[in-house]
């Protein structure tokens, strides 16, 4: 059987069929209007931003969170140009984010001039394909679409939608829901491992005595079998900032973070054997392999460019891979005590403690007296960092108990991205908090999007690192022992700000005032924002512990 539809609602359709509930963006008056009218027939709910770079991160931050391919729409021309940035963030942090522009039909181009430019080439480098939607088969391109944006690793596809092709009447086959809502073809599942890698693989594992296990952004959708796999082995955990959460912070065998830094050096250098799972280099600082330790690489697929060749390297679905040398049996030979962990542990905390301060609240005493808070009030939020200086402290201080908890861009490392993330969260999961963590510089970025939070009612804590400065960049320049220039702005108020916008804003200035801070705000209904003084004069040597 088939039926008659409008390419904008066989779209819409597909992307229902696909667990996709909203849309985010910022419309034209083309195209985009016909995909509104669509998807609200579809009981799609169109959240309306105010820059279509947000839209994009809110999209890329839902399809993080929930695994079902986010979509933000926009108009041609500047909406497309306005989003560049967002969509360098999905395909950099691997989210599959299908970019939904208007575009120019080729008659229009034989006289129009206003607002074209070559749409597709301007995100050919950034996105995985392109389509106009304009084939014989459109429902065939928009289900190849989805299962590529879903293939790791993951990351935006670009359909450039004209309002003629939008309105343009198809007939479709009629196929049952239930196979259409299956979760798409991921890279690996057409066959298990390689059984002679995994047979090497094994024996390698069974020769290591402190094996250290590092959790990568691909490690995220296959938490319960890492778990089975870490409990087995007895090993010591490592993670990056976007696969936090995958073991537990709680967990004692987790001893801190994974950026390619020096801060993990001491617990690498303790172990025999690295073992990366998930791990995608995107993730790793500008900086080469430093560690001597030998490493074996589960992999859900092939990057061409690596910081370090391993020994093993197996590729394939990370489920499959863990629970086939699980079958393998004999796994935990491991010679790490609880108290050699927690020595690590404790000493990777000493070494990103911040100095004390002056004036204002130490970062790291943020993310701690907000934990604190949190427990108090009985929530396990998640939380969304921004890209800056206080990430480090919060990266470290603030436990993360479940995979995906952590929405950060560690891949592009753009500002801006923890609001737009912390609101798509929050609507998604309105029944608890979630903790922006966002520098000044990154906010002013993003703005307006505190208005979406107050439009929304999001439960969103927007906690401001207020310290006047592009602090990392002011960090590397003073390195250079050059004066302090283009770095630096007057203190900004951005608690009256949020209060003029009707949400709730506090200012903070010591560590008493946080707390109380942190518990009206968890007691809100609806956004609020705690705009904390904070003296930047630590950052340069928790970056060195960092980093070195």
């Not at 609602?9 to 069929?17: A, E, S």
């Not at 002679?196 to 959790?215: D, F, G």
């Not at 690295?274 to 859900?300: H, K």
Request: charged share 20%.
């Amino acid at each position: 059987m088939s039926e008659a539809i409008t390419i904008a609602q066989l779209l819409v359709r597909k992307l229902g069929q696909k667990g996709v509930k909203k849309i985010f963006g910022l419309p034209g008056g083309g195209s985009s209007l016909d995909v509104i009218a669509a998807a609200s027939a579809q009981q799609i709910e169109f959240i309306l931003t105010k820059t279509e770079n947000a839209a994009v991160m809110m999209a890329g931050a839902l399809s993080e969170t929930t695994g079902v391919p986010g979509v933000a729409l926009m108009t041609k021309g500047p909406g497309l140009t306005n989003s560049a940035n967002g969509v360098a963030y999905a395909s950099l942090d691997r989210a599959p984010v299908v970019v939904l522009t208007d575009g120019f039909t080729p008659k229009q181009l034989s006289y129009i001039t206003h607002q074209v430019f070559d749409q597709k080439a301007v995100l050919a480098p950034i996105v995985k394909a392109v389509s106009r939607l304009e084939s014989e088969d459109p429902e065939a391109e928009i289900e190849a679409l989805l299962i590529l944006a879903c293939t790791e690793p993951m990351g935006p596809v670009h359909i450039e939608l004209t309002s003629e092709t939008a309105r343009k009447t198809v007939s479709v086959r009629s196929v049952d829901p239930a196979c259409e809502a299956r979760r798409p073809t991921q890279a690996g599942e057409l066959g298990v491992s390689p059984v002679e890698q995994i047979q090497t693989l094994s024996v390698r594992l069974k020769k290591a005595r402190k094996p250290i296990v590092v959790l990568g952004l691909e490690a995220r959708a296959h938490d319960a079998s890492i778990r089975n796999f870490v409990d087995a082995l007895g090993c010591a955990v490592l993670a990056t900032y976007k696969a936090k959460g995958v073991i537990p912070d709680s967990d004692p065998r987790v001893v801190g973070i994974f950026t390619g830094g020096s801060l993990e050096q001491e617990a690498i250098a303790a172990s025999d054997l690295m073992i990366l799972i998930g791990m995608d280099p995107v993730e790793l600082i500008l900086q080469p392999w430093r560690y001597t330790t030998p490493v074996v690489d589960i992999a859900a697929c092939v990057h061409p460019v690596h910081y370090v060749e391993p020994e093993v390297r197996v590729v394939g679905t990370l489920t499959d891979t863990l629970n086939a040398l699980l079958s393998s049996g004999d796994l935990e030979q491991s010679d790490w005590s609880m108290s050699s962990l927690a020595a690590l542990r404790e000493s990777a905390w000493s070494q990103l403690a911040y100095l004390p301060v002056k004036y204002g609240v130490a970062p790291d005493r943020v993310a701690q007296l907000a934990a604190l808070c949190c427990r108090e009030a009985e929530v396990k939020p998640m939380f969304s960092i921004d890209a800056g200086a206080h990430m480090f402290s919060v990266a470290g201080f603030f436990p993360a108990e479940r995979a995906g908890d952590v929405l950060i861009s560690n891949g592009l490392a753009t500002m801006a991205f923890a609001l737009p993330a912390a609101i798509s969260a929050a609507v998604q999961h309105r029944h608890a908090p979630v903790l922006s963590f966002t520098g000044d510089g990154g906010l002013m970025m993003c703005l307006g999007e505190l208005c979406t939070a107050v439009e929304q009612q999001a439960k969103v804590i927007v906690i401001v690192f207020n310290d006047s400065a592009l602090s990392l960049i002011d960090i590397k320049q003073q390195s250079r022992s050059m004066k302090p220039e283009g770095v630096r702005w007057r203190h900004h108020d951005f608690a009256a700000t949020m209060t003029a916008l009707g949400g709730l804003g506090i200012r903070v200035a010591s560590e008493q005032a946080f707390i109380e801070g942190m518990q009206q705000a968890l007691a809100h209904e609806g956004p609020s924002l705690l705009d904390v003084s904070i003296d930047p004069s630590g950052y340069p040597e928790q970056l060195k512990a960092m980093r070195g």
